[in-house]
Nanobody, 124 residues
Framework: VQLQASGGGLVQPGGSLRLSCAASGFSLDDYAIGWFRQAPGKEREGVSCISSSDGSTYYAASVKGRFTISRDSAKNTVYLQMNSPKPEDTAVYSC??????????????????WGKGTQVTVSS
């Protein structure tokens, strides 16, 4: 049972990048899924979360309008499309799941189950 984030790398400001969070050993359809990030010296921050039931989403104010979260049940994977990234988006991005609302998940990150993160660096 694990989560694996991938797709990180170096991207220029204004470019685009898509992160993937793949689950194995369980179905993401039973959970809300969230993307979080942590930059050096900063606390972990909820970026975006998506519901398992109605597809509702939650975005941090800092990424709203630039990032899009989506899920593919057939692939048991959740994506984070990062458009127009900024240098302040540089961080290690990780994913988690929980059976709570998307707002609760993104704001309070109650889960103890985390996948290994992927580094995103936004720089010219």
């Amino acid at each position: 049972v694990q989560l694996q984030a991938s797709g990180g790398g170096l991207v220029q400001p204004g470019g685009s990048l898509r992160l993937s969070c793949a689950a194995s050993g369980f179905s993401l359809d039973d959970y809300a899924i969230g993307w979080f990030r942590q930059a050096p010296g900063k606390e972990r921050e909820g970026v975006s979360c998506i519901s398992s039931s109605d597809g509702s989403t939650y975005y941090a104010a800092s990424v709203k309008g630039r990032f899009t979260i989506s899920r593919d049940s057939a692939k048991n994977t959740v994506y984070l499309q990062m458009n127009s990234p900024k240098p302040e988006d540089t961080a290690v991005y990780s994913c988690t799941v929980d059976q709570v609302s998307v707002e609760t998940l993104c704001r309070f990150a109650p889960s103890d189950f985390w996948g290994k993160g992927t580094q995103v660096t936004v720089s010219s």
